[in-house]
Every structure is written in C-alpha cells, then in structure tokens.
C-alpha cells in the first residue's frame, strides 16, 4: 500500500487508501449495443477496438480474438495444443503495444500470453469463458496479472503477486537479462498508488516503457567507471522520463487522482550495478559475504524516510501512521523533480533485489533480509532466483500478504570468477559511486 | 430493423457469506415499431404478417345500451386496424360466434376499405341475449387464429362485463392454457360487474393487459388506443433468456415496468442452465425485469457470474446483460441496496398487499384488510407514489400514512375498489 499525502509530512493525515473495490461502482451497466470496443476474454474489461492487449490485466487481445473468432480456440486435435499461441508476433512497427516495445527476441514474461489462448474454465473444467465468466459455473478465469512469474535467464528472475488482501495486483515488473551471466540485465518494478484511478495500469505502462530504455546498452564514453556511471545514470534519468510520460498517457480525460507509481529499477552491465528509485520501492544489494554489508541502494521518497532522517528510529518510522505515504511519484500529478536516486556499484557474488513494499513491510533492514533470502534459499533444493523471489512472496504472504508483492532477483557472480572468490573479494571491495541524488 | 440494448442495475457486492443476488434489466427497443417498417409507411401491412380477433360481450347483462356501445368500440378498433391486417369479431356470450367475416369468406379476412365497411354493418346486428363463459370465446379464438399457423403476430382484445358463470372455473382456466402461446389477449371489462382477479388471470397467462372502463361511452377511447398500441408492435416472437450458473437457484423472474408480471413459472428449458420466459410483441419501448439468483457463498474477494439475462428474437440472442456477484468485507459496499431494485421490490409489496387488502374486504376480514391496505398507504408514501395514495384515498380513511393507520371506508364504491385493484400492477418507471 502506498499513499500520497495530500500536502506536506507535516500535514493532515492522508486520505483513506482507497480499495480498488470502492472505486468499481457499486452499480454497473452493460449495454450490448454493439460498441467498438475488444472485451478482454480474460478479465472482462473493454478495451480500445485496436488494442493489442488488456489495460486491465495484460493479457495478450490478439490471441484471444484468434482464438474466439471461431467458437472454440484452434485446437490441434492430434495432442489438443493450442495452436494460437504457437506464433506470437510482433506488431508492425509504430504500431507496437507497450508490451512489445523493447521486443529483444524471446519472449521473457511467462505470464503474459498463456491464459488467453486457453478459454477452458480452470475452475470447474467443463465450461468455456465467454463474456469473461464460465458458461458452466460462472466463475471468472484467474486473471494473470495476480500471479506474474517471469525468468528471462537462469541467473535473473522475479514473482508479482496479488498478496492476500489487495482485490488488484497494482504492481508491475518487466524483467530483461542476457548470456552469460552478469553479462547485462534490467529489472523494473513499479508500484501502483491505491488511491488513485487504475494505478494498475500505470504501473505496467511504466514498467514496460523504463525497460524499453533500458534495454539499449549504455553508452561506454571514455571507458572510465566514472564515464560509464555517468552514461548509466543518464539513461536511469530518462527511464524515469519516458516511464512518467507513459503513467500520464495511461489515462485519457482527466481524473481526480489521475494514476500514479513508483519507480525502482536495476541494470547490471559486465557485473556493475547500477539503481536508481523514485518513491518507496526498493534495490537491495545483498552480497554472500557477510564481511561485506547489505544494503539498500538509494533511498526512498516517504514521510518514514525523513522521519528517520530526523532520528526517528526504523520500526517507529517505517511503522507510524503516515508510513506509506510517499513524496514523489510518477504521473500526471508526479512533482517536477523526477531525479532518481541513483547508486553505481560492482558486483562481488551476491545477489541483487528490486521489491515492492510489499515484501519490505515485513523486512525492511537490509541485513535481516539478507538473513530472509540467504535462509530461503538454502531450504530450496532448487534455488534459482525464480525460485527465491517465489519463496520470499510466500514469506510476505504468510505474515499477511497486506499489499501486492514484487520480487525481482539477480544473482550475480562479481568481477572474476566464483574459483577466484578470495581475489575477488579482496580487489572488490565494493567501487562505489556515492550516491549521485540529483 | 429493430435494435435492442439490455442494461442491468445491481449491488453486485455481497456480504460474507451472502447468496442471493437481485439485478433489475432493463431491455429496450428502438426501430420496432411496425410503423419503422417499409411496408407499414405505404399504409399496407404485409398481407398475413398479423392477425387481429376483438371478442366481444354480447351477454344478457350488457343490455341494448351496453351492445351499443361495444359495437361503437369495436367499429374504433377497426378503424385502427391497419389494411392488409387479417381479422375477425366475435360476439360471446354463453357460446361463441363468429360475426365477421361471413362463414364462406373463412375465419380472417384482410382489412379493407370494403371489408371495414362490411365489419361495421355486421356488427349492427348485435343484440345482449344469454350468459357468459369467456373460455368458449377464447377456444374459438384460438381456432381462428390456427386457421393461419404462419402468421407470428397474434392479438385479441376480449371486452366483458360480468362474472363467467356460463362455465366452470376449471374449464375457464383450461380454455386459457389451451391459449398460451397462441397468442396475446389485452383484456377490458367495462362496469363494477366483472371479477378483476378472474380477468387479470385471462390477460396475464395470454401476456396482455387488463384495465377497467367505469362506462360505456368510454370504450370507444379505449379500444381505439388498445388497438392502435397493437398495430405498433413491430416485433413478435420474443423471449428472455436466463442463464445461471451450475449449482445455483433462480428465485424469479418478474416483469416489473411497465407492468408487474411474475415470469417464474412460465419457464420453458433452453438447456439445463438457461430457461426462456415470452415476453409477447415489442413497439419501441423499454420494459425492466427483477432476476434474483441464489448462489452458493464464496469465500471473500471471489466473484462470479451470477446470471446471464438475454433478449432473443426468434431464438437468436440480440441483447445481453451480465448480473455479477463479488464477495467483500467492506459494509460500505455490501449493505447498500441497489435504488432500482429497492424501489420495484416496494412495487412489487405494494401491488401484493393492494390486491390481499381488497380480496381480504371483499371475504368480510375487515382487519386484514385494515392492516393490508394501511401497509399499502404506507409503502405508497415511502415511495412517492402519489397516484397510488389517491387510489387508496377512495377505499380507506388515512389517519396516518407514516405509520399505516387506516380505517376502511365507509361506502367505498365498487368502480373505485376495482380501478385500484386494476391500477396495482402498474409501476411508475424507474429512473436512472
């Protein structure tokens, strides 16, 4: 949950979070009359007649009309493979939705396509959703945007989750890695402010279009660390840019509380870190070695972020009545100064972490959650930073799942190799760019 | 060509733990009326697309004046009868007889000039003579109309104006199922002699209407607008399909504007999980229904689809609405009543204590009747419903709406009880 106060921290109290249920009108009309509009098969929403995918939930429109220009979804009779979703395509170009921007070749989310192009009722199993709803027993398909997994790379991955109180996932991430390993990846995540209008819309928008930025290698310039930061921080700044500009064209008229995100955002170039943030979503930086400390990159913009500036300790802040209220944010009402705050880093092996505060709610000190993940890693016989993100979305939801959940992981090996850890470790302690708040 | 929308008004959030989930639909026509239809503009229905039977009382009771007048009624619905339209009179009493068209010209005949002029002339000959059993008029109408199985839009405007003692109740109420289906039946009684319940029994099975003419002299108005509102019907052959979920129960299905008409029990099955209910000939018009489905609770933050309500001509669905279900904790969301809802579920206890009230003071159980008719003055004045209150004004002594204290009225007339009775099923449209 975040919130934006309505004046300064000094203020009065924020307005109520507003749950997205109170805002759905308690009444609805529907009208058939034909309308230029794609309803989504998933989630039920209109969409725009061109859209190429659901505002709403994300999933992929063009599959879906594919598959429901017929009666039944194209089925190979053979092995009953769906054969809508076998070539997915890009649009052409000027023409791409937000979700294609950026196309690097595969497809990274694994989210995004699949329920759409399989109309069969995951709840009973006998119906079919048509109107959004099973003709059997009524109940609407899960809608994919509660439950995103995506593992772009066996080194880089991450988990969205509804939690267990929101009735909206309002947070997005868009992840992007390369080979090998360290060699480049881009995690972004942005958390949708609940009490402004379809802010689950706006921070995918966002997400989508800071990768899209991001994903263009950085500019070597000199070849110095200090001109690689510098070209890194750039391309930050203009992430932030470009993803603000997409939150405030995610709405059409204007709203009383017209959409709003955070921002937080992560790329690793040839195992150097680089992040930067706007409001309270969070970069972790974790490292194996306990020698070394755990830390979060940059700082968040929140009224418990200057009340420990003022000496307020953590857990009082962090836990006080106007604890989520942030002080910037992207949108269309976002302040002027959009700087992120921005850290530069070279990786020792650790691991790095990009998270809503639905995961830092329940541990906020870097060294504890070093504690959480490094624990939460070795019960898995299998830990892949899929499998870790997974984990700590389950840890968040077992102490309350209050908020949506966005863990996004790489797990990075640093400078060097991991048979060479002892010289790496001695010849990187950590060369760190001070943190370059603009 | 007609054009129909469907709009559904609902709380759809329930409580934890809540099942049952109540939608009004609204379904509404534009470019139905037959006027809309080439055909229609040239002044020339097409030949056989419909069919008009007008029965009229010819019992004893009706007298010289009364024939009279009903032949004058009759010639005003004919003069609305648009060219090229089949129809035939029929005078009822005891049995029933065809007096237009002749015998060797068939059952029906095209509107005409001629043949207008030839309906008029038969219908001079009438005279009040005999009894009166209205399930031989309708037989016999429904033998007319199955002599022209093609056409789809059937219609029949019964005028009487006594109780039907030429017959059993039990024969009457066959006669009327034999009739479901065959075709709409608007039904006028004329005077304080008829039983109000006994023909709003006629018209609501056969999907019409039925009011109460206080005079003769008024039926001429009466039958012109009854058959003009026919002829504008443009589209027949309707229905409204509803659709709910595996493990659900559908509680009702009403009509509730412009009239209230209780659709439940009219079911036919389209397949396990969807009946279709008649809904008769559409004009350009907008007519609400109350659907309520009980669902099996679901846990918090779940939703489901909890009904589908669709509108189909000839089978073919042209219209659809979605009644939604979505569980939450939040009171703010859950205990608020939907206000299109409230306001026809008050309809809907109005009209059922309106016509208990009376059926109570006409059984001499003069405290029922008191205590159904101040609920009545009561739900009259929550709601606003001042034509209502004056209606009730006529049959009791008001000495406080508020709390529903009132004292039948001492020589209330037999007209005013009636009109009441009548005027109970109409709702006053609302609005959004």
């Known amino acids: ?438 | 060509m007609a054009d129909f929308t469907a709009e559904v008004f609902q709380n759809e959030f329930l409580p934890d733990g809540g099942t049952d989930v109540h939608a009004i639909v609204r379904v509404t026509s534009t470019g139905a009326s037959a006027g809309a239809s080439a055909g229609a503009s040239a002044g020339l229905a097409d030949p056989g697309s419909a069919a008009e039977v007008i029965l009229i009382d010819t019992s004893g009771s009706m007298g010289r004046r009364g024939v009279q007048a009903a032949g004058e009624a009759a010639k005003a619905a004919l003069a609305e009868i648009v060219d090229g339209t089949l129809f035939s009179i029929v005078s009822g009493n005891g049995t029933a007889q065809i007096v237009y068209p002749y015998s060797h010209q068939g059952a029906l005949v095209p509107m005409s000039a001629h043949t207008r002029g030839e309906a008029n002339r038969a219908i001079e000959g009438l005279r009040a003579n005999g009894g009166t059993a209205m399930g031989t008029w309708l037989t016999l109408a429904r033998q007319i109309f199955e002599t022209v199985p093609h056409v789809t839009k059937r219609h029949a405007i019964l005028l009487t104006d006594g109780v039907n003692e030429g017959e059993t109740p039990q024969s009457l109420q066959a006669a009327v199922r034999s009739c479901v289906g065959a075709f709409q039946c608007d039904c006028r009684g004329v005077g304080d002699q008829w039983r109000v319940d006994e023909v709003r029994g006629i018209a609501s099975a056969l999907l019409g209407t039925v009011d109460l003419i206080p005079a003769p002299e008024e039926m001429a108005a009466e039958f012109e607008a009854m058959m003009r509102a026919s002829m504008s019907r443009g589209v027949a052959n309707s229905e409204l399909r509803v659709w709910v979920p595996q493990g659900a129960e559908l509680l009702f299905v009403k009509q509730v504007s412009p009239t209230l008409e209780d659709l439940t029990s009219r079911r036919t099955v389209v397949n396990p999980l969807t009946g279709a209910y008649p809904t008769g000939a559409w004009s350009d018009e907008s007519r609400d229904y109350h659907v309520a489905v009980r669902l099996p609770a679901r846990t918090l933050g779940q939703e489901q689809l909890a009904a589908r309500v669709q509108f189909s001509l000839g089978g073919d669905p042209v219209a659809q609405a979605l009644v939604k279900a979505k569980w939450s904790n939040d009171d703010s969301l859950t205990t608020r009543i939907d206000p299109a809802v409230a306001a026809y579920t008050g309809q809907a206890e109005l009209a059922t204590v309106i016509q208990e009230g009376l059926a109570a003071k006409a059984a001499g159980q003069d405290d029922v009747a008191t205590s159904k008719l101040g609920r009545a003055v009561q739900l009259a004045d929550q709601t606003g419903n001042e034509e209502m209150t004056s209606r009730l004004r006529k049959v009791v002594e008001i000495d406080d709406a508020d709390t529903g204290t009132v004292r039948l009225k001492k020589g209330a007339s037999k007209i005013d009880e009636m009109s009441l009775d009548t005027a109970s099923t109409k709702t006053s449209r609302v609005r959004r």
């Open chain 1, 1 to 438: 949950m975040t919130d934006i106060p309505t004046t300064g921290a000094a203020g009065p109290a924020p307005l109520p979070a507003a749950s997205s249920a109170a805002s759905a009108a308690a009444s609805s009309a529907t009208s058939s009359a034909a309308t230029a509009s794609r309803d989504c098969p998933v989630c039920g929403t209109a969409n725009q007649a061109d859209s190429t995918f659901c505002e709403a939930c994300g999933a992929d429109l063009v599959v879906a009309a594919r598959a429901s220009n017929g009666a039944q979804p194209p089925v190979d009779v053979s092995d009953g493979t769906v054969l809508a979703s076998a070539t997915p395509q890009t649009a052409p170009a000027g023409e791409e939705s937000p979700l294609d921007v950026g196309w690097t070749g595969a497809v990274p989310s694994a989210a995004v396509v699949p329920v759409a192009d399989d109309l069969t009722c995951h709840a009973c199993g006998e119906g079919h959703i048509v109107d959004g709803y099973c003709d059997h027993c009524g109940t609407p398909p899960p809608n994919p945007r509660d439950h995103l997994v995506e593992s772009p790379t066996a080194w880089v991955g991450g988990v969205c989750d509804i939690g267990r109180r929101h009735a909206r996932n309002e947070d997005a991430m868009s992840l992007s890695a390369g080979e090998p390993a360290g060699s480049r990846a881009v995690l972004v995540v942005c958390d949708g402010v609940s009490m402004a209008t379809d802010s689950h819309i706006a921070s995918l928008a966002a997400a989508t279009a800071a990768r899209a930025v991001l994903d263009q290698p950085f500019p070597k310039g000199v070849g110095t660390p200090d001109a690689w930061a510098a070209g890194a921080g750039r391309a930050l700044t203009s992430a932030v840019t470009r993803a603000n500009e997409a939150v405030a064209a995610s709405v059409v008229e204007d709203v009383p509380n017209p959409p709003s995100c955070t921002f937080a955002a992560a790329v690793v170039e040839d195992d150097v870190i680089v992040a930067g943030n706007v409001g309270d979503s969070r970069v972790y930086w974790l490292p194996d070695d306990t020698a070394e400390p755990a830390r979060q990159l940059g700082r968040d913009d929140s009224f418990a972020q200057e009340q420990m500036a003022a000496g307020v300790p953590r857990l009082a802040a962090e836990t006080g009545p106007h604890a989520h209220s942030i002080t910037r944010w992207l949108g269309k009402d976002a302040p002027d100064d959009l700087t992120p705050h921005l850290t530069t880093l070279t990786a020792t092996p650790g691991w790095l972490m990009v998270c809503s505060d639905g995961l830092w709610n329940y541990c906020s000190e870097a060294e504890a959650l070093r504690t959480l993940l490094t624990d939460a890693a070795a019960r898995l016989d299998d830990a892949t930073p899929t499998t870790v993100a997974q984990a700590l979305v389950d840890f968040a939801n077992e102490q309350g799942g209050r908020d949506n959940i966005t863990v996004a992981l790489a797990r990075l090996a640093g400078r060097g190799s991991s048979t060479t850890t002892t010289e790496a470790t001695a010849a990187a302690a950590p060369v760190e760019g001070d943190p370059t708040d603009g």
